[in-house]
């Protein structure tokens, strides 16, 4: 039999280079001549360097960049093994996680940090920029960004405006003749796996600003703030970025990044299972493995189950999903023939119990799967 294991990570716990291995070895137990296939996945979010990385037999590169209250801080990007393509997580150096709750703060935050990401790839060489946008703790538009890579923002002084979606308001003017001249010659795409608008009920202030720090009065005046942005840029290049899918992810990186760096937004699970000619494995195997920490509403949304799922089901591949938890709204992650959901917990615990243990837990479920499977054949 030939396995294919393309699992996502375990959130808190497990890269998804280390569930393919619990998974693979618990495998074994039960079926000790599988022919197994680890092909580690992820969305566009936290774990797609990772991923990538592994995939293309690359390297992580370790860089000193700004944290969102330009604070300095040591974060990384992925180079893959050509050198050609950087594998970037916006979060990693824009990132929500970087700020104590008390910090948080969108008026002032900046994506600075993930434009130095950008320029430091851009030095090494890289002319095709991936950018994972998730997991930010702004609501800047992509300003700060943009600002990293010598485009400048300014106000009716001629003044450059600045850190934060608070200070949108004051931008009058966008100049781009220091823009960095290697963008020109790079193709860069954003992995995103929310296809919201900039503004309005839907945007990115409205939907995410509240998680990243902003009061409804904060929300309000980053909505405005987004909008005047987005109308400044459609009267200089006649480019609507507002209703534009996915504009809106990451605090208006979406945006942003096909405005300023004239990039390219495309689901995230897109993106990385071309990179990884999932497709092919697809087409390899009998039977494919994947999972992710808990099947929830979410997952039907562009999560890499769902996305592994619907591959898988245009071959007639049957789809087992390792999972921590199983939440609500089975039905909408669950539609398709030969697919089942597999929690791995084997007793009452606590989440922290789980986390602490799920590299067992993962194996134990796969040689009990397998197990079983082997006694249905004998049947």
């Not at 992580?60 to 944290?67: A, E, G, K, L, S």
């Not at 209703?243 to 945006?255: D, S, V």
Request: proline share 5%.
């Amino acid at each position: 039999m030939k396995i294919l294991i393309c699992p996502d990570k375990f959130k808190e716990c497990l890269k998804a280079g280390d569930v393919g291995l619990h998974i693979h070895k618990g495998i074994l137990k039960a079926v000790p001549h599988a022919d197994c296939r680890i092909i580690p996945m992820a969305d566009g979010g936290e774990g797609t360097v990772d991923a990538l990385v592994e995939a293309t037999g690359g390297r992580i590169v370790t860089v000193t960049v700004h944290d969102p209250l330009m604070r300095p801080i040591e974060s990384f990007y992925g180079v893959s093994g050509d050198g050609n393509m950087a594998i970037i997580e916006m979060a990693a150096a824009s990132g929500l996680a970087l700020l104590k709750p008390g910090e948080r703060n969108p008026l002032v935050a900046t994506s600075y940090g993930a434009g130095e990401l950008i320029r430091n790839a851009l030095d090494l060489g890289c002319r095709e920029i991936l950018v994972g946008i998730g997991g930010s703790a702004t609501v800047d538009g992509g300003v700060g960004m943009a600002q990293a890579l010598g485009i400048r923002f300014l106000d009716e002084s001629g003044r450059e405006i600045g850190p934060g979606g608070g200070n949108l308001k004051d931008l009058t003017r966008i100049d781009m003749s220091n823009a960095d001249p290697r963008l020109m010659q790079s193709k860069v795409f954003a992995a995103c796996d929310v296809s919201s608008p900039l503004t309005g009920v839907k945007g990115a202030a409205v939907v995410f600003g509240p998680q990243k720090g902003a009061s409804p009065a904060m929300v309000k005046q980053l909505d405005n703030n987004l909008t005047h942005m987005a109308r400044l840029i459609k009267d200089l290049w006649h480019l609507d970025v507002d209703n534009l899918p996915g504009a809106g992810a990451a605090g208006g990186m979406g945006a942003g990044i096909v405005a300023f760096l004239h990039g390219k937004l495309k689901p995230g699970f897109d993106l990385v299972s071309q990179k990884v000619k999932l497709v092919e494995w697809i087409r390899w195997t009998d039977l494919v493995i994947t999972g992710e920490g808990k099947m929830d509403f979410q997952t039907a949304y562009g999560k890499v189950p769902a996305g592994v799922a619907g591959l898988a089901s245009k071959f007639d591949r049957p789809v087992i999903v390792f999972t921590g938890a199983i939440g609500d709204a089975q039905d909408k992650y669950q539609p398709l023939e030969y697919f089942t959901v597999l929690p791995i917990v084997d007793k009452p615990m606590t989440l922290e119990q789980s986390i602490a243990d799920a590299g067992r837990l993962l194996e134990n479920a796969a040689e009990r799967t397998f197990r079983i499977m082997e006694l249905g054949r004998r049947l």
